[in-house]
């Protein structure tokens, strides 16, 4: 059997989606992707967090502070990390013009800028902005970080099994998530 998948994302960002401060992320790809751009590879995955290249300058002001908070909890020397949440995709958007990204402003936790490098980047292919139906895990996994976790890419496969549906609680009430996707789309047309 096919092991789960993890999604890398900075801890930050996880943060904002568990809190329900924001439903999606935006993707690209990492910098050792095999095929050099970003594929999504599963529609229900962990969430798996990072620290390394996350950069206050990035976030909004009144959101940089997360990045301490996520900081307190992490050292370069650990040997296991703790995922606490997990996300279905509900749909991936490709979007490729600047002004429909500005228009999502509200909606997340990232400076213009960051948004506007990142769409620039590889500036030939689409950023994926993948809604996400995010779920927190009844309780946190502790897994031991593997080599084949480290490095710039999107996915990894996990050493831990799938969790089951009643372990995982909803961010949001079906209401609010519906009610958000529903603006998010709203401003996309």
Same mark, same amino acid.
């Given at each position: 059997?096919? =092991? ?9 960002? %996880? =943060? ?6 924001? %439903? ?6 990492? %910098? ?20 390394? +290249? ?7 002001? $009144?959101?940089? $502070?997360?990045?301490?908070? @996520?900081?307190?909890?992490? *050292? ?5 990390? @703790?995922?606490? *949440? ?9 979007? *490729? ?10 909606? +997340?936790?990232?400076?213009? $800028? ?7 980047? =590889?500036? =030939?292919?689409?950023? +994926? ?11 946190? !996994? +502790? ?40 603006? %998010?789309?709203?401003? !996309?047309?």
């Amino acid at each position: 059997m096919e =092991k789960p998948k993890a999604l890398k994302e900075w801890a930050s960002a %996880i =943060k904002a989606l568990e809190d329900g401060t924001q %439903i999606f992320i935006m993707r690209k790809g990492g %910098i050792v992707e095999e095929t050099r751009d970003f594929q999504v590879e599963s529609n229900d995955f962990f969430l798996y967090p990072t620290y390394e +290249h996350q950069r206050k300058e990035l976030l909004k002001e $009144n959101y940089r $502070n997360v990045i301490d908070e @996520t900081l307190a909890l992490w *050292s370069a020397q650990d040997d296991q990390v @703790t995922i606490r *949440s997990y996300a279905r995709m509900v749909e991936d958007i490709e979007i *490729s013009d600047g002004e429909l990204l500005e228009k999502l402003y509200p909606y +997340h936790i990232w400076t213009e $800028n960051f948004t506007e490098e990142r769409l620039k980047w =590889k500036r =030939k292919n689409p950023l +994926h902005l993948m809604l996400l139906r995010v779920y927190k895990l009844a309780e946190p !996994l +502790h897994i031991p970080i593997e080599e084949a976790y480290i490095g710039c890419k999107s996915w990894i496969a996990l050493g831990a099994e799938t969790p089951p549906e009643s372990s995982l609680v909803p961010v949001l009430s079906d209401e609010d998530f519906a009610r958000q996707v529903a603006e %998010i789309k709203q401003t !996309l047309s």
